[in-house]
């Protein structure tokens, strides 16, 4: 079945230091991968998206890349600021499978500090 | 266009009790999704549904939970005789029909704290 494993956290940073979230997957076919945000409180929401191999997905500074070949996708921001902190989860959506049912990672936690 | 509003955020129930959670999709969206978030540990997709319809159930327990999306209202989480492994957040999302280059949106989620 799919999986996806990321990095244990939490992890704890100073503002303008460069985060990388590591996060790799286990899944059948062709997924797409997805990176969400959950902010202390509230739902989650998309941060960015590949849909193939070597895609980059990229939003508000933060990028990854869709690595077939390692069947990873790490999440990596140059300069982190205080209002990053948040819950980071990696997960994949199988080929095939429906917009919303996704295989999440256990999510990593960062804190970003003054 | 609101966004996928669930009700109530914050729940308490007693053991044996039961719980019932609340998801309206966005406008447009005719597909829902609800995943459990334990403590500490991310989503886990429970359940799949189109209007009338149960398309994917395989993340359900198979006891004490079901799950509804009538014709008109809201989806429903039903958890029947509460526990405590119970407690945790469960998130809804929906989706437009497929075909759509979209993706999935997820409401604030309900907390549910069994006591």
């Known amino acids: 079945g799919n999986s996806v494993t990321q990095m244990e956290g939490p992890v704890t940073l100073s503002e303008e230091a460069f985060l990388t979230i590591n996060c790799t997957y286990t899944?059948?076919?062709?997924?797409?991968l997805f990176w969400y945000v959950q902010y202390p409180g509230e739902g989650l929401q998309l941060l960015l998206k590949a849909t193939k191999a070597d895609d980059k997905g990229s939003n508000k500074g933060f990028e990854a890349t869709y690595r077939k070949e390692t069947t990873s996708f790490h999440l990596e921001k140059g300069s982190v600021q205080v209002s990053d902190s948040a819950v980071y989860f990696c997960a994949l959506r199988g080929g095939g499978t429906s917009y919303g049912k996704l295989t999440f990672g256990q999510g990593t936690i960062l804190t970003v500090h003054p | 266009n609101a966004g996928v509003m669930q009700n109530p955020r914050h729940l308490v129930r007693r053991r044996g009790q039961e719980a019932r959670l609340r998801c309206s999709p966005m406008k447009g969206h005719s597909h829902v999704y609800w995943y459990r978030q334990l403590p500490e540990e991310g989503l886990k997709f429970m359940v799949y549904?189109?209007?009338?319809?149960?398309?994917?159930e395989s993340g359900m327990p198979k006891e004490r939970f079901s799950a509804e999306f009538p014709k008109e209202g809201p989806s429903i989480l039903r958890i029947q005789q509460v526990v405590r492994g119970d407690s945790a957040a469960y998130f809804c999302?929906?989706?437009?029909?497929?075909?759509?280059?979209?993706?999935?949106?997820f409401g604030q989620g309900t907390r549910l704290t069994v006591v």
């Open positions: 899944a059948t076919g062709y997924p797409s």
């Open positions: 549904l189109q209007k009338e319809n149960i398309i994917d």
């Open positions: 999302a929906s989706s437009p029909p497929a075909g759509t280059d979209t993706e999935a949106f």
